[in-house]
């Protein structure tokens, strides 16, 4: 049952390559006012001087400290790691530690909209996984998305108290290893118990992350509107099926991972002020979100047909 739902999930989200384009194109117009913003701010830092040419070259650290001093709102974003590919560690240690709603209220603020933006469009993606149109139209899709939004939004925030015992927790535990492991000196213990602490932390996250899930699939799939009572349905249906329920996500994780391996080696560093360079590193990138946001809709399908299975098997056919 576990590998036929991450067999249907992978099949529904490369077949469903319409919806993942939608996403993406909407995406990418919600980027648009910070590329905007980051585009001035870049120009004005550097402009016609000496830098823009030391940038061709490569990251100039001195520049990049000195932009950073000065930085405010959505600039404060722009950090060494993020400009590599370890990027996504630095976002990962973030995640799972609570620091990504440290930041600058504005960098937080946009990624509550961007949370809203996706949790409307999830309607309208699990209603085409639950329920699919042959010929789906956007305003279909849209239409989806608008009649579960309200209902999604107040299981998000029923989910929310839960993420912040959890990153609160986080910051304690990890500052309590911090202390209990300061006279060690053998390195290989400090990692042991610092990845030990990451382990479950990121289980915990996990835990919750698939109990809303499966709850807004179970919304859609019955149609049911208290958010109260959905969610206690997704939290008792991931308690009841601990091993399947976790063998979809993970089995849909590692494809994520590979993924994400695959850019690490053909992603192009920093450097080089060619146009056709600039062309492929964003036309590589912008590929990377696309294949993204597929592994995401396969998460959503995978789960949806693993709660399919389990409570609305197909009936069998009479002999």
Do not use: C
């Not at 993420?163 to 309590?176: E, M, P, V």
């Not at 698939?210 to 179970?218: E, V």
């Not at 109260?228 to 991972?257: D, N």
């Not at 990377?288 to 946001?293: E, F, G, Q």
């Amino acid at each position: 049952m576990t590998l036929a739902a991450i067999r249907t999930g992978w099949r529904q989200a490369i077949s469903g390559r319409r919806m993942v384009f939608w996403i993406w194109l909407l995406g990418m117009a919600a980027s648009i006012p910070a590329a905007v913003v980051m585009q001035q701010s870049f120009e004005g830092a550097i402009g016609s001087s000496q830098v823009h040419e030391d940038l061709r070259n490569g990251l100039d650290m001195p520049w990049l400290f000195e932009y950073a001093h000065g930085a405010h709102g959505i600039e404060k974003s722009v950090t060494a790691s993020r400009l590599t590919k370890a990027g996504f560690l630095d976002n990962l240690e973030a995640w799972f530690t609570g620091k990504l709603f440290a930041t600058d209220p504005a960098l937080v603020g946009m990624g509550v909209l961007y949370a809203l933006g996706w949790t409307f469009l999830l309607g309208g993606l699990l209603e085409q996984l639950i329920r699919p149109v042959p010929k789906l139209t956007l305003a279909h899709f849209f239409q989806s998305g608008g009649r579960f939004f309200g209902r999604f939004v107040r299981l998000v925030v029923l989910s929310a108290p839960l993420y912040y015992l959890i990153y609160k927790g986080s910051r304690k535990l990890f500052a309590t290893i911090e202390s209990a492991t300061r006279d060690v000196t053998a390195e290989t213990s400090v990692l042991a118990f610092n990845l030990a602490g990451a382990v479950l932390i990121i289980g915990l996250l996990m835990l919750v992350n698939m109990s809303f899930t499966y709850a807004k699939i179970s919304m859609v799939f019955e149609d049911r509107r208290s958010a109260l009572g959905t969610a206690l349905r997704g939290i008792g249906f991931v308690l009841a099926h601990p091993v399947r329920t976790a063998g979809v996500y993970l089995g849909i994780a590692l494809g994520s991972l590979v993924l994400l391996a695959a850019y690490w080696v053909v992603a192009p560093g920093l450097g080089g002020g060619h146009w056709i360079t600039v062309l492929w590193a964003f036309l590589l990138a912008q590929l990377y979100l696309v294949a993204k946001l597929t592994v995401r809709v396969a998460f959503f399908a995978g789960q949806t047909d693993l709660y399919r299975q389990t409570v609305h098997p197909a009936p069998e056919p009479e002999a």
